[in-house]
């Protein structure tokens, strides 16, 4: 065990040194560049909504394996499937817009080699979108969500049918060298029930809330800090948590198309320290198609493991009206952990004008 720990710790010790050189790579941290407004406004803030009624269709598939320390095997797959619709409207500053999700929730059970669940998901959603200024924006969403049985494959079986209200509000300010956001989600809790009876994991469908404050500021042009408070609330019998957050964030001038940040949270119920590395790629490979690739390492020190996750995206305008996407990530992780997963996400947008 101690043999290895330390090579877990010499895994982490090797990106993080790798990260900090990239970070420090530039020719001056006081470099120049075309802007000095805080990455945070020219990342996330929107611009100015287009004019006319804009269509989304979104397939999302997801495929997680599970592995047990204890029986030192996967012990279950996770299968989720679901299909979006948007239909958007913007008038003026705002934009208003309404969906609707239909999903399949699965997990396999290596071990008995049968199903534990089997449910549907539906959920019709709003959502508001406003431009209050050049320097305030809100974003409010609000789902109904039903889950049912689907058929009688899985070993657990709901009987009637259950609700949640999920969603989320952020609001977000940018001034001149720093920023905020204040955010509240209220999302399913992801964590599984354990049933030591059957010795089997029951889908939990009960929210979680997590409500944040986030600070960010420019330390100078292209370099920028964020720091963060959370507090996590669950309806199950999870004790609540505070995740606190640190992250520092570049993109250097001689490579623009990159962007590279590392940060640290603690989570005080699980009293986990998480460290991670975020190389982010974005390249416009001609008028109409853009390539972005991501690329993170995170190391869990209540876990001993290290994450390995990569991404790639590709959007493509066929139209002035017409575009596709695709998205692709696999992430695998070693040390005392060995879960993977790997999701695609194909997409298709229309704007009536």
């Not at 010790?13 to 560049?33: E, H, R």
């Not at 507090?231 to 570049?250: I, K, V, W």
């Amino acid at each position: 065990m101690k043999l290895t720990t330390t090579i877990v710790s010499t895994l982490i010790i090797l990106p993080l040194l790798v990260a900090m050189t990239l970070l420090m790579a530039s020719p001056c941290i006081a470099d120049t560049s075309d802007s000095d407004k805080p990455l945070a406004l020219q990342e996330n803030l929107p611009k100015e909504w287009a004019n006319g009624i804009k269509f989304n269709a979104t397939y999302f598939w997801l495929s997680e394996t599970e592995y047990l320390p204890e029986i030192d095997d996967d012990i279950s797959i996770w299968h989720e499937r679901n299909f979006h619709i948007k239909l958007t409207k913007s008038i003026g500053s705002a934009r208003f817009g309404l969906g609707y999700i239909d999903g399949t929730i699965k997990q396999d059970n290596e071990a008995y080699n049968d199903t534990d669940f089997a449910l549907t998901r539906n959920a019709p959603f709003v959502l508001v979108d406003w431009l209050w200024n050049g320097k305030l924006h809100s974003r409010v969403c609000l789902r109904y969500e039903e889950y049912s049985d689907d058929g009688r494959s899985g070993f657990y079986q709901l009987g009637d049918d259950k609700t949640l209200w999920t969603g989320y509000a952020k609001i977000s300010y940018v001034e001149q060298n720093w920023w905020f956001n204040i955010s509240h989600s209220r999302d399913r809790d992801p964590e599984p029930i354990y049933d030591a009876i059957n010795d089997r994991v029951e889908l939990d469908i009960t929210a979680q809330d997590l409500s944040g404050v986030v600070l960010g500021w420019l330390l100078a042009p292209q370099w920028e800090t964020a720091a963060g408070v959370y507090y996590e609330a669950y309806g199950s019998d999870r004790p609540d948590q505070f995740n606190y957050t640190l992250q520092l964030t570049h993109k250097p001038v001689w490579l623009p198309q990159l962007q590279a940040s590392l940060g640290v949270g603690y989570y005080t119920e699980e009293k986990d320290t998480l460290i991670n590395l975020t190389l982010n790629y974005r390249q416009p490979l001609s008028k109409s198609l853009t390539l972005q690739l991501e690329y993170q390492l995170e190391y869990s020190d209540d876990e001993q493991s290290l994450l390995n996750q990569g991404q790639v995206a590709l959007s493509y305008a066929i139209t002035k009206q017409i575009g596709v996407s695709v998205s692709g990530e696999y992430a695998k992780e070693s040390g005392d952990d060995h879960d993977d997963s790997l999701f695609a996400i194909v997409g298709v947008n229309y704007r009536f004008y």
